[in-house]
């Protein structure tokens, strides 16, 4: 009698990985990078910031993040190291914690510009070793990890909210980099993957597709982080004190489970239709304070724009990688990174009469990418999208190919490097 094949073996558990991951991430983009938001109106009325100077200094962050992305793109090992991504949480912590010791806005640039920095390099890091590890796991499982963002932004908010009624803005700076500190704890022991074997594969006939999206992507960038930035404070010039803290908050909520969810209906409708889909409804959830008020439309605005921004990322990265462009995510990436740049420096001059223009120019850029988005579904070659079954492990390793880049054949990363 022959002998039959040993089962494969099973694959570990991926919820430990998945939770360092989503502390790291909490960390570096939930509360580093977010946490400004809902602390910028405590700023505007406490330490005296004026609109323009909080645009600047979100545009400084800005700037530090494009600089840790491009470092990990053209520096690989920085990606692999795990000195880089417990060095950045620690910088990270960090400039949270000196936020409140000056009154300089020239010193809040640069800690801002750092801060920027150190969250890019844990996020690439954070996510390359996400990816590597869960290759073999459902493709809707680093969805939850992403969800991490999410976790960040509430956790600040709710922290905001508490502080804001019986202690000032210094005191909700400490705060979040307790919080970062615990992540960054919580973070602490997530190792990167060893250097792994790459390809890339030319794209054939591509161009026009890609360049559709690159389009919808960079208008995304700029339009996304306009509300990304104000959007607390536009809530707060006209609703109860509590709302805009509250709101970001229910950011925080909707966009726990955001990635994993659009991951799972990419198997119902092809990712150009999801694209357009979230765009639209992005667009409508940061119009909503400007055009209706209110406390109602703030809090769906909140819901909204939280259940979309990382939503958009994921289908836009991981379309790039379906066309099979060469360094597709990188060039997103950078494209989306230099929008975000862009955003606050756009409505600085409409920010001395109040947030409603800034949140409808806003608007009215993330439906510009939404009609980039319908381009990119005329003739889109769905062909060449590579539909994933159910087998065991042995196989699956064999027909994997390296058409994603970086982030995997998955769910994609809002930001991570090619």
Do not use: C, K
């Not at 005329?378 to 970086?406: L, Q």
């Amino acid at each position: 009698m022959t002998a039959s094949a040993p089962p494969p073996a099973a694959l570990p558990s991926p919820w430990p990985y998945l939770a360092r991951t989503a502390a790291a991430l909490a960390a570096a983009m939930g509360v580093g990078r977010f946490v400004y938001t809902p602390i910028l109106p405590l700023m505007h009325t406490q330490a005296g910031l004026s609109a323009g100077t909080g645009a600047n200094l979100a545009t400084a962050n800005y700037v530090g993040y494009l600089i840790g992305a491009l470092a990990g793109t053209l520096a690989p090992a920085l990606v692999r190291s795990q000195a880089v991504l417990r060095g950045s949480l620690v910088l990270l912590t960090g400039t949270l914690a000196a936020m409140p010791v000056t009154h300089s806005p020239a010193v809040w640039g640069v800690l801002r510009l750092l801060a920027g920095v150190a969250s890019a390099l844990v996020f690439v890091v954070a996510v390359n070793a996400l990816l590597h590890r869960l290759r073999d796991h459902p493709a809707h499982l680093p969805g939850w990890a992403f969800g991490g963002v999410g976790t960040g932004i509430a956790l600040s908010g709710v922290l905001v909210l508490v502080l804001r009624s019986v202690a000032d803005w210094r005191a909700a700076w400490w705060a979040s980099a307790a919080l970062a500190a615990l992540f960054a704890a919580g973070a602490w022991n997530l190792r990167p993957p060893e250097a792994a074997a790459r390809s890339e594969v030319t794209a054939t006939r591509t161009h026009r597709w890609f360049g559709a999206l690159f389009v919808s992507y960079g208008l995304e960038g700029v339009g996304y982080i306009v509300a990304g930035t104000f959007l607390v404070a536009a809530i707060a010039q006209g609703s109860p004190g509590w709302i805009g803290s509250g709101a970001w908050v229910l950011v925080g909520l909707a966009a726990v489970p955001s990635s994993a969810l659009w991951a799972r209906l990419g198997r119902r409708w092809s990712r150009p239709d999801l694209l357009l889909a979230a765009l639209v409804i992005q667009a409508v959830g940061i119009a909503l304070p400007a055009l209706v008020g209110g406390v109602g439309a703030a809090l769906v605005s909140a819901v909204l724009f939280g259940a979309t921004f990382l939503g958009v990322s994921t289908l836009a990265l991981a379309t790039g990688a379906e066309l099979r462009f060469p360094r597709s995510v990188a060039l997103l990436t950078a494209g989306y990174s230099v929008g975000q740049i862009l955003g606050p420096l756009v409505v600085a001059p409409l920010l001395g009469h109040g947030y409603r223009s800034a949140l409808l120019l806003a608007a009215l850029v993330v439906l510009a990418a939404a009609g980039a988005a319908a381009v990119l579904r005329i003739g889109f070659p769905h062909h060449m999208v590579v539909v994933r079954h159910t087998m065991p492990d042995r196989r699956r390793e064999s027909t994997r190919d390296d058409r994603s880049g970086a982030a995997g054949p998955g769910v994609v990363a809002p930001h991570p490097p090619d």
